[in-house]
């Protein structure tokens, strides 16, 4: 997973964070966000599926949810930045 996506994924984590979440937060639910994405690619697996699920309880958020998967979506595209409206209307 490349630097810009993780990051990408760091802003969407965090705003999920932010919005709100359901249930009893965890002790992992405390470490930064950016940490945790991170943990996304590390080697060892259980490191990634704790990652995995602290990020899933941040929120889960609809706006969120679909917000995410639109940068996502525009990055598999190669959309960077702010591409010019007609060039995003095609991918959206």
Not at 51 to 64: F, H, I, K, M, S
């Amino acid at each position: 997973m490349n630097r810009r996506r993780l990051g990408l994924l760091a802003a969407a984590a965090l705003a999920a964070v932010a919005v709100g979440r359901a249930g009893v937060p965890s002790p992992a639910d405390f470490r930064p966000v950016p940490d945790l994405v991170r943990d996304l690619a590390a080697d060892d697996f259980d490191v990634r599926e704790r990652a995995d699920e602290a990020l899933r309880r941040a929120g889960d958020d609809p706006e969120v949810a679909y917000r995410a998967k639109r940068i996502l979506e525009e990055l598999d595209w190669g959309l960077t930045g702010d591409p010019p409206p007609a060039v995003a209307g095609l991918v959206r």
